[in-house]
């Protein structure tokens, strides 16, 4: 079992759409989680850090349920240019006692006019 | 602020030879990443630095890899020899330290052919 499992889509909607994301994670001390997005042929970039209590920014909203261990993205009013890959990240500790940032494969994110 | 450099952006090789990356962090971040990413995959954690010092380095293919960060600001990454495998999207990240954001630069494209 991959420690961070996301469907990897593509969710073709169109615009205008709520799209929601869930991203798991099979270590239950994971200390911290992110968001990056990232375009094609472009490095990743965050879009925003997840907090326990959840946070949003604009059209995106971000939550942690710590019991089930999974965190979730949600876009609302989907606009053409959200369409990029979405890595759910994981900060847990890894074999070697330290800690790292575990990605995600992605979830692809298609919005259409 | 500048954020975090990498060069070469490109860079094809004929298998068996070595090839080196480079990178410089944001300043002031002590942490530095190497990861590996390939198509349609989240990028892997190579190996992570704290300074000088590489705390975790259980990914790195250590026959082939080696990496250094000498003073504890930039960084190489270097393939001795090169295959096929090997062709991928080599991504550097940094941050603050370990529990914050890490940032990415624009990644090396190695082509091995």
């Known amino acids: 079992r991959k420690e961070v499992e996301q469907d990897p889509g593509p969710f073709n909607v169109p615009e205008g759409a709520t799209v929601a994301f869930n991203c798991t994670y099979s270590?239950?001390?994971?200390?911290?989680f992110f968001w990056y997005r990232q375009d094609c042929r472009k490095e990743p970039k965050l879009l925003m850090s997840?907090?326990?209590s959840g946070n949003e920014d604009g059209r995106f909203t971000a939550q942690l349920n710590r019991a089930s261990q999974y965190i979730s993205l949600l876009i609302r009013d989907s606009k053409l240019s959200d369409s990029a890959t979405y890595l759910c990240?994981?900060?847990?500790?890894?074999?070697?006692?330290?800690?790292?940032?575990?990605f995600g494969t992605g979830t692809r994110l298609k919005v259409l006019a | 602020e500048a954020g975090v450099v990498q060069s070469p952006r490109y860079k094809i090789i004929e298998k068996k030879q070595p090839v080196a990356f480079w990178c410089n962090p944001i300043?002031?971040?002590?942490?530095l990443y190497w990861y590996l990413q390939n198509l349609g995959q989240g990028p892997e954690l190579l190996i992570r630095?704290?300074?000088?010092?590489?705390?975790?380095d259980s990914q790195l293919p250590k026959d082939r890899f080696s990496a250094e960060r000498l003073k504890g600001v930039d960084s190489t990454l270097k393939i001795q020899p090169a295959e096929l495998g090997d062709s991928a999207v080599y991504l550097c990240?940094?941050?603050?330290?370990?529990?914050?954001?890490?940032?990415f630069g624009q990644g090396t494209r190695l082509t091995v052919v």
């Open positions: 997840v907090y326990s």
């Open positions: 990240a940094s941050s603050g330290n370990t529990n914050t954001e890490a940032f």
């Open positions: 300043s002031g971040h002590n942490t």
């Open positions: 270590n239950s001390a994971s200390q911290s």
């Open positions: 990240v994981v900060n847990a500790r890894g074999f070697s006692g330290t800690y790292k940032y575990i």
């Open positions: 630095y704290e300074n000088e010092e590489a705390v975790d």
